[in-house]
């Protein structure tokens, strides 16, 4: 059984920093790309960024990059989202997924959902 578990997510004030973490089991090995979404309240949900599970290649969506890090421990199984200079539009509600077959599209694809940890940016 495959299972995605986020964590790190909080309440903190415009500018600061959070990590998140996605820690997987089960079948890890076939996972092709780990990827983050988020959603906010009354919106879709929206992909931030994903990571092949080798690391070469990541891809983020234009609102975040130069501000979030995507990175992976193999080792731990675990995906990391380093956000810094969080905004209020940040606040969302993210959550980790994997897709096991290789799509071009780094946002499409997904097979298996975390339950998602919230993010909340005071102004």
């Known amino acids: 059984q495959v299972q995605l578990v986020e964590s790190g997510g909080g309440l903190v004030q415009a500018g600061a920093s959070l990590r998140l973490s996605c820690a997987a089991s089960?079948?890890?090995?076939?996972?092709?790309?780990m990827g983050w979404f988020r959603q906010a309240p009354g919106k879709d949900r929206e992909f931030v960024g994903a990571?092949?599970?080798?690391?070469?290649?990541?891809d983020y969506t234009d609102s975040v990059k130069g501000r979030f890090t995507i990175s992976r421990d193999n080792a731990k199984n675990t995906v990391y989202l380093q956000m810094n200079s969080l905004k209020p539009e940040d606040t969302a509600v993210y959550y980790c997924?994997?897709?096991?077959?290789?799509?071009?599209?780094?946002?499409?694809?997904?097979?298996?959902w975390g339950q998602g940890t919230q993010v909340t940016v005071s102004s």
């Open positions: 089960g079948r890890t090995f076939s996972y092709y790309r």
């Open positions: 997924a994997a897709v096991t077959k290789y799509y071009s599209d780094y946002s499409k694809g997904y097979d298996y």
């Open positions: 990571i092949t599970w080798s690391g070469r290649n990541i």
